[in-house]
């Protein structure tokens, strides 16, 4: 199994990124994905999810309305669109894998449930 996240770099604050994880080594259209994000000093956070079953979508409420996430299953690729960035969103994003089966269904259910891979993380960065 392996996922590689792409797609950071510098911003300047109100910008936008789009990052990409690209997966392989698993049926991807069974599981979940998460994008997660690590800034120093701080705890890892999840951001957002998306189920590939069904492409429910969850989010956490410090990037609802700003960030999206979406899923390409023909390219095994999972997608975070960033908007209107800001100092708060300054980290290392990191995307993983559902350690089971996703069951899909609205609302999304993958905030938070165990992940098993990860992939190395892509460093967004804000800054005038």
């Known amino acids: 199994v392996q996922l590689q996240a792409s797609g950071g770099g510098l911003v300047h604050p109100g910008g936008s990124l789009r990052l990409s994880c690209a997966a392989s080594?698993?049926?991807?259209?069974?599981?979940?994905i998460g994008w997660f994000r690590q800034a120093p000093g701080k705890e890892r956070e999840e951001v957002a999810c998306?189920?590939?079953?069904?492409?429910?979508?969850a989010y956490a409420d410090s990037v609802k309305g700003r960030f999206t996430i979406s899923r390409d299953n023909t390219k095994n690729t999972v997608y975070l669109e960033m908007n209107n960035l800001g100092p708060e969103d300054v980290a290392i994003y990191y995307c993983?894998?559902?350690?089971?089966?996703?069951?899909?269904?609205?609302?999304?259910?993958?905030?938070?449930?165990?992940?098993?891979?990860w992939g190395r993380g892509t460093q967004v960065t804000v800054s005038s």
């Open positions: 080594g698993f049926a991807f259209n069974y599981y979940s």
């Open positions: 993983a894998k559902s350690r089971q089966v996703d069951l899909g269904g609205t609302p999304a259910r993958c905030l938070g449930v165990e992940r098993d891979h």
């Open positions: 998306i189920s590939n079953v069904d492409a429910s979508k």
